[in-house]
């Protein structure tokens, strides 16, 4: 059983390895739902295994790291005792829950983002057993509600912008020992308790802002001098989306002109390596934005280096600073199959290579449009 839960965590760690990053927006609200397993953790008798639930969650988040969630959901919880005529009984407790949680992401910027939350509800508990007993204490009423509180951890799968799969393990106290119909005599101040496993889908409603903290991933400090014409990139894209006019019967399509690229400027690379520069990030955001404004267009991500090292090891390299600059337009939504990346190694090089600021405008990235 162990090695098999490993494996399933295994599995679906791959499957999401490659998760798109959604746009995180500095507030949202959204509607959650799904599956839980829940089952007494501290009780007077015997918890059993045989348990099932689900919820319905309504989350406001006030910030990429802070929420305030309600959810309510229905569990089924079964334990097991021997009666006053020696027979085991199994008996049910059904209950109705409501809880308000704080939330805290911890790494809300990532495909797969862990979370914490702690908050209090209310437990709308209904006991009974097969054998019409509806519980082990006969002086604790059939149907009561008490208060419980709770905390635990959760995982944050994305999916895509507006879709997250939930994994969650969540801890709950009552406020009395009742829960499970038995009260020990004698027993003074005990409380059950109960743990439940969740799965599930969240979905965004609303969102606010667009957040600007998950765009740089290396950080920025200061404001960056963008010089790039977005007017133009996004008149190239315009003027290359395919079209076709109709006149009477004949179809006219226009000649296809020469591919037409342009330079992001300010997308640059370290010597020696693929780590892209802090002042790329926003550059390439908003070349994204246009790309998935221009649903019909391709591109050509073309790489460059300057020409220190061999003509081999740079063509490896610019193929490897082509790759990073497709992967990071893909994880903002932009479809894998509009970009190829090319590694041009250190031809066609735009300054003197003589120079150090020459090499620097070499190491760069162009867009051919297709």
Known sequence: MKRLTIFILLLVSLCFSEATRAQLAKDSWSLGFGFTYPRFSSINIT?????????????????????????????????????????????????????????YYLVPCEPVSPYVFAGLGGNYRMLTDPYGQTKATLAVDDNAFVMQYGAGAGLEWALDEDWKLTTEFAYHITNNSELDGTVVKGEVSSKDSYVSIGIGLLYFLEKGEPSNICQLYSGIRQEQKDLTDYGRIEDVVVKHIPKEITKEVVVEKPVKAAPEKWVLVGVNFDSNSSKLTDASYPILYDAAKTLLKNPDVK??????????????????????RADIVKNYLVSKGVAAGRITAVGMGENNPVADNKTADGRAMNRRIEFKVQ
Request: glycine residues 8%; without cysteine.
């Open 47 to 103: 918890p059993l295994n045989s348990n099932y639930g689900g919820f319905v969650a309504l989350q406001r988040s006030f910030s990429e790291h802070v929420a305030l969630r309600f959810k309510a959901g229905y569990n089924h919880l079964e334990s097991q005792y021997t009666n006053a005529n020696s027979i085991l009984t199994t008996s049910s407790t059904n209950s109705i829950v409501g809880d308000l949680d704080m939330m």
């Open 299 to 320: 591109v050509s991500v073309e790489g460059y280096t300057d020409n220190i090292g061999s003509e081999s090891y740079n063509k490896s390299l610019s193929q490897k």
